[in-house]
């Protein structure tokens, strides 16, 4: 699956982003079966876990960094997924990745995805 991320951009502290991530998927992949994740990385540092959803989008996970203030969601039939990140802070700062994994379940190991998208840049300002 190919997946094209959008929706960063400057915004100052407090404020809110929303990241979109569009999937483009071969003959015999189904989006609706993919476990889609978030990722993040600032300058400097590994890249990191945000969130995740599952293949269903009936659950999803958070780093303890985001959660409170950031939700992930998905519409299949648009083969698309979602972050809302809200009371944005400095430090979320970062190049942020959607990536896809034929798990189906909740999974926060990069390690273990399968399709990256090409990162959105979000700067948040104090």
Excluded at 18 to 41: H, K, N, P
Excluded at 85 to 97: G, R
Aim: glycine content about 14%; overall charge positive; charged content about 15%.
């Amino acid at each position: 699956v190919q997946l094209q991320a959008s929706g960063g951009g400057l915004v100052q502290a407090g404020g809110s982003l929303r990241l979109g991530c569009t999937a483009s998927t071969a003959s015999g992949y189904t989006f609706s079966t993919y476990t889609m994740g978030w990722f993040r990385q600032a300058p400097g540092k590994e890249r990191q876990f945000v969130a995740t959803i599952t293949a269903n989008g009936a659950s999803t996970y958070y780093a303890d960094s985001v959660k409170g203030r950031f939700t992930i969601s998905r519409d299949n039939a648009k083969k698309a997924a979602y972050l809302q990140m809200n009371s944005l802070k400095p430090e979320d700062t970062a190049v942020y990745y959607c990536a896809a994994d034929r798990g189906g379940g909740l999974n926060r190991g990069l390690a273990s995805y399968d399709s990256w998208g090409q990162g959105t840049q979000v700067t948040v300002s104090s």
